[in-house]
């Protein structure tokens, strides 16, 4: 057996497949092969294929073509045909929008001749045969061409029911005008909802085959558009990036198409202009509109050191950028990759529809024949006998089964993308429904991340924009996060001399004339400024709090406490309540002290903390949780979180944490709010429930039927305006998943 090193895996586009039966004999023909793993999708037409080492991927070609269908192996990427996918499946839809049109002019006058007595003028019946041959024969050619290579290769699959019941419909026609009293001049033939007992040598069934051909061309060409509208998200994804950039080579601008970006090149990025690739700012401030790409509605501020995402806007002023990733190592590719793989991959919902479809055929058409057999044998007139048949073999078609899953997978996991949350694959959906234990990791998920001066207190007389102006200028110069946090509250631009670093205390230096020191109180006291009896209150109040305090004296004085915090996100409150109302229990998960995780669980409205817990133990207390029966999400951002992102049954990366951790997951959350991990959910429970509430109606509506029309209380005609109804209501319930808020 072939290791996980020795595999390799690609992804053939699969052509000729008109239903889900289609899909499974493919995959079964793949399935076979030695060492090969194989998921065909009906609704992306793609097939994801995992095969070993040796096996040259053209025999994967060759294996799909024994069954009858086409296959391609993905080309080359090439920039300059983006919109190639676009046109490829305009071309696609071209033909059977030409069918469709042909079948709807010529069925309508068949349909309403054969409904309407007033209609019905001498020799009317010659006129539908006329008009009703081209739409079974041309129009209907699809369905027999299909049924024909699935005849060949001994399966059955809804195609050939189609292609059954219209050929015989047309044939019994045939029969009728040529050998039985139907082509008699003055024939008349009323429409009735029930089937008249008679021989039937003196009826047609042209509008039967016309209009069943009609129907189930219009369920196949919407099907096909909203399989296009489905799939545009990820179309769009991988338009929203820039076509060219302007790098920076010898200090001269020259603008190259961004496939030619480097990691490591400068470009400029000016106002309104998007931003080639995820990088660093070396040069400029600006504001950065993100919002085509995490439905993030505010700018957000930027300067030199932050870090920037690919196809984002500049909103602001002229900036440089250094980039850090390119090609498909961006946060866009890595976005368009992981829709493209959740809409590929198959839930068991899925899997379960495709097996009852495989087998389904066959036993259709056996039943059609014991209907048939069963109203001969009981005298009832070959008419009724051939006309409940036909009105089983219509009625049975569950084009609306192999629907039902992949039409509201590619309508969620395209909304979720817009929505900026990105479902890893279809299985992730069911692990949603059974979660009832939300674990949060603490910094960057429920809090900011970074620290924030979040107070300052002045000793008695001193002035509060004089304490932040030289605190600030001195902090400026160290790269320590708390030292940053003082350095951006302030915005000071003092000049600092004699800056001096000393390691576990703090740091010194002379501003504007002022020996200023700002860091522990211990290294104040080693130059007597000791802190008045109020600031050392303050301060001891804020430690308590799980807060850092820092003081700051000059001149031989200690004048001012500083206090800096990791503080909470805005939402994060909000988002807590989203996800209690979901039926979750919200736990805290940190390596920070108890003081501070029970002061950030107080603040958001948490019940349940457990702190003080080291990287490598994440994933401990995950099992642990499980281990008590739960079914635990976890929701993190950090490298340290990986470990436990996997572990858990569902695991929910921020977009703005690590690479780590966003791989490990099952949902990544673009934006860094935790709102969107109750979104998350929402939307895969709803995805979920319309895929169950598509499987139900489609079984329901076959098993209903099936029995009326062997029952011979269904107009065949009836039957195939039904069946398509099914499909269309299909992919219309999985459409409005794309209203998701």
């Keep these: ?355 009852i479809s495989g087998i389904f055929v066959p036993i259709v058409i056996a039943l059609a024949i014991g209907t048939l057999g069963f109203w001969l044998g009981t005298g009832q007139g070959v008419a009724a006998a051939f006309t409940a048949a036909v009105a089983v073999l219509i009625i049975a078609c569950p084009c609306a089964l192999g629907l039902a899953t992949p039409t509201a997978l590619l309508v969620g996991t395209g909304r979720g993308a817009q929505l900026g949350i990105l479902i890893k694959g279809p299985e992730v959906l069911e692990s949603t429904r059974k979660i009832d234990t939300v674990v949060l990791d603490k910094t960057g998920t429920v809090t900011e991340g970074r620290m924030t001066l979040v107070g300052v207190h002045v000793a008695e007389g001193e002035d509060r924009d004089q304490v932040l102006r030289l605190a600030g200028a001195l902090e400026h110069a160290s790269e320590h996060p708390i030292a940053q946090a003082i350095a951006r509250a302030a915005a000071s631009t003092a000049s600092v001399e004699d800056f001096t670093n000393i390691e576990g205390l703090g740091v010194q230096g002379i501003v504007e004339g002022h020996a200023v020191l700002v860091g522990r109180p211990r290294l104040l006291e080693e130059w007597s400024q000791h802190l008045p009896v109020e600031l050392e209150r303050k301060l001891q109040d804020e430690q308590a709090a799980g807060r850092t305090a820092v003081a700051v004296g000059w001149d031989g004085e200690a004048r001012a406490v500083l206090v800096v915090a990791d503080v909470v996100k805005p939402t994060s409150k909000e988002a807590i309540t989203q996800l209690r109302a979901l039926g979750l229990t919200p736990v805290l998960l940190t390596g920070d002290n108890e003081a501070v995780a029970k002061a950030v669980a107080g603040e958001v409205g948490i019940d349940e903390v457990i702190a003080e817990v080291l990287p490598a133990d994440k994933v401990e207390v995950v099992k642990r949780l499980q281990g008590e029966g739960r079914a635990v999400a976890m929701v993190g951002d950090g490298v340290n979180d990986a470990a436990a992102l996997a572990q858990a049954d569902l695991g929910l990366a921020m977009g703005t944490g690590t690479d780590a951790a966003i791989q490990a997951s099952d949902l990544t959350l673009v934006r860094g709010d935790l709102r969107v991990a109750a979104d998350a959910i929402r939307l895969s429970r709803r995805t979920l429930g319309t895929i169950k509430g598509n499987l139900f109606w489609a079984f329901a509506y076959n098993v209903a039927a099936l029995p009326l029309a062997a029952a011979g209380l269904l107009n065949p005609m009836i039957a195939g305006a039904a069946m398509a109804f099914s499909s269309v209501f299909v992919v219309s319930n999985s459409l409005r998943l794309r209203r998701f808020n």
Aim: proline share 5%.
């Design 1 to 355: 057996m072939s290791s996980i090193t020795d595999e390799r895996s690609v992804e053939l586009s699969i052509g000729g497949m008109t239903c889900a039966s289609c899909a499974n004999r493919i995959e079964r023909k793949l399935n076979k092969l030695d060492g090969v793993t194989a998921t065909v999708n009906y609704a992306t037409e793609k097939a994801k294929v995992t095969f070993p080492e040796g096996l040259d991927p053209q025999d994967l070609v060759a294996e799909v073509e024994k069954a009858g269908y086409t296959a391609k192996l993905p080309a080359p990427p090439r920039p300059e045909t983006t919109a190639a996918p676009d046109a490829e499946q305009e071309d696609e839809l071209r033909p059977l929008r030409h069918r469709l049109v042909t079948s709807v002019v010529l069925a309508v006058p068949v349909v309403m001749m054969a409904m309407i007595p007033a209609l019905q003028f001498t020799n009317w019946q010659w006129l539908s045969l006329t008009l009703a041959a081209p739409v079974v024969v041309y129009a209907g050619w699809p369905f027999h061409r299909a049924a024909w290579t699935n005849l060949r290769h001994g399966a059955a699959t809804m195609d050939t029911l189609i292609s059954l019941g219209t050929i015989a419909a047309l044939a019994w026609s045939l029969w009728a005008l040529f050998f039985g009293t139907a082509g008699t001049p003055g024939m008349t033939h009323p429409f009735e909802f029930t089937i008249e007992r008679s021989d039937g040598s003196g009826n047609i069934y042209l509008e039967t085959a016309a209009a069943v051909t009609a129907f189930i061309l219009a369920g196949r060409y919407f099907e096909a558009r909203s399989k296009r509208r489905a799939g545009a998200a990820l179309r769009a994804l991988l338009e929203l990036g820039a076509k060219d950039v302007a790098v920076l080579r010898g200090g001269a601008e020259v603008r190259v198409p961004t496939d030619q970006l480097k990691v490591g090149d400068r470009f400029v990025v000016r106002p309104g202009e998007k931003i080639a690739t995820d990088g660093v700012i070396e040069e400029g401030n600006s504001a950065v509109d993100a919002s085509m790409l995490t439905g993030e509605s505010v700018p957000v501020e930027v300067r030199p050191g932050d870090g920037v995402t690919g196809a984002t806007v500049n909103a602001g002023g002229r900036l440089v950028v250094r980039a850090t990733r390119v090609g498909s190592d961006t946060q866009l590719a890595q976005m368009a990759k992981l829709v493209e793989e959740a809409q590929t991959g198959k839930a068991q919902v899925q899997r379960l529809a495709d097996r």
